[in-house]
């Protein structure tokens, strides 16, 4: 009796404390950018994208905050063309599933906050923020270009540093201790609660390490990898 009291108690704690991380607004926002090339070496998709692309915008806090928020395309039809171009389905291209996720998984935790409470604000300030930075201009201009040569990481670190004033977190495949080179494949740009710039801290670590990335190792030369159509154009030159 003493135990199932003890067990009963624990089970409270438990849904009790549950439920206030559940309900705890978020305080930060990463803005994710993969690579294509990258990402479908990785998923073994075709794309022939040659832009930093837009992967999701993710509170720092909560996962799948609301199952009862049906995601719904119909709320954010005219967005669709901006979408499709700037925020991909990489592996399946005619498909809402890639939107559906990050709603489901992000916005609707993103949506605790006034700002992002509905489905097109939380997918139109995704765009907003990912136009705004220019993370694809912003590397141009440093003249950091997909190439089969690879770039010292302080490098490519540093011409984002240089135009945002903060630090990204910048993300390779997972590669053994051995590797001469690692692959570039995510870049991430933090944001606080007012939507400006802040450094990304290595401790939000947890939330998205289940795509294959790790933050890159700053002492081994990045790789950069063009598309499967400049690189065969490389070739030929
Ligand atoms: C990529 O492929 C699509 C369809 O195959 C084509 O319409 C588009 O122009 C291509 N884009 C680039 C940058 O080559
Ligand atoms: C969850 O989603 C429903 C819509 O399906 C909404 O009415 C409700 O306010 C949401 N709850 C929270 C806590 O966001
Ligand atoms: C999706 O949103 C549209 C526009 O508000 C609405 O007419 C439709 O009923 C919604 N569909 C579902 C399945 O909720
Ligand atoms: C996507 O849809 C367009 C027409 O809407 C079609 O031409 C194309 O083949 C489709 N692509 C895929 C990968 O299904
Ligand atoms: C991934 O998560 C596991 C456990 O949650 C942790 O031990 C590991 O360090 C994480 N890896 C990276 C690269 O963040």
Redesign the pocket.
């Known amino acids: 009796m003493k135990s199932l009291a003890v067990f009963l108690c624990l089970g409270f704690v438990f849904v009790s404390s549950a439920s206030v991380l559940n309900?705890k607004e978020w305080t930060k926002l990463i803005l994710t950018h993969h690579w294509p090339p990258t990402f479908c070496s990785m998923e073994k998709c075709h794309s022939n994208i040659s832009y930093w692309a837009l992967h999701g915008l993710w509170p720092d806090s909560g996962n799948e905050?609301?199952s009862?928020?049906?995601f719904n395309a119909s709320l954010i039809e005219d967005l669709m063309p901006e979408m499709k171009t700037y925020w991909p389905d990489l592996l399946k291209p005619n498909s809402t599933i890639f939107w559906k996720h990050e709603w489901l998984k992000h916005g609707?935790c993103a949506?605790?906050a006034e700002v992002l409470?509905s489905q097109h604000k939380y997918f139109s300030k995704a765009l907003e923020l990912y136009h705004k930075l220019d993370l694809d201009g912003v590397l141009k201009k440093s003249n950091i270009l997909p190439s089969e040569d690879p770039y010292k990481f302080a490098d490519v670190e540093q011409s984002i540093v240089n135009a945002y004033g903060v630090k990204p977190k910048i993300q390779c495949i997972s590669h053994d201790k051995e590797a001469e080179v690692q692959t570039m494949g995510q870049i991430e740009v933090c944001f606080d609660k007012q939507f400006q710039l802040i450094d990304c801290e290595k401790r939000m670590e947890e939330l998205q390490n289940n795509t294959g990335f790790m933050v890159c190792d700053e002492s081994v030369p990045v790789y950069y990898p063009p598309t499967a159509s400049t690189r065969l154009l490389q070739k030929f030159l």
């Open positions: 309900t905050c609301n009862s928020w049906h609707t949506a605790k409470n």
